[in-house]
């Protein structure tokens, strides 16, 4: 798994278990998509999952698990996912690119 595979996944599973806990049935999960407690990456890639039947899961978190295991592999994924994921991967690599270049910036500062 890539580091930008790593941070999406991190991110996710902070966020839903802070909200949900592990064991939080589909119903509730899909009730709360909209709620303002999501970040709009999570409440994306959770709609995602939801469009893509949660993977044949029984619970929302093992869908969770199952997205970032190499079993992901067996499944159709709906296109809301796709973006989803893609537009998480985006942001974080933005993210990450601004970090590198602000730490590479105080190292000028520093050095000058």
């Not at 806990?21 to 890639?45: D, F, N, R």
Request: proline share 4%; hydrophobic share 40%.
């Amino acid at each position: 798994m890539d580091q930008l595979t790593k941070s999406i996944r991190k991110a996710l599973c902070s966020e839903y278990l802070a909200i949900f806990g592990g064991s939080a049935p589909i119903h509730v999960v899909e009730e709360h998509l909209e709620s303002p407690k999501l970040t709009p990456h999570t409440a994306a890639i959770l709609r995602g999952l939801s469009d893509s039947h949660w993977l044949g899961a029984d619970r929302p978190a093992q869908a969770i698990t199952t997205l970032f295991s190499s079993e992901i592999q067996k499944y159709e994924l709906s296109q809301s996912l796709i973006t989803a994921l893609q537009e998480a991967g985006e942001t974080v690599r933005r993210y990450q690119e601004f970090f590198n270049s602000t730490a590479n910036l105080a190292d000028l500062i520093e050095a000058a």
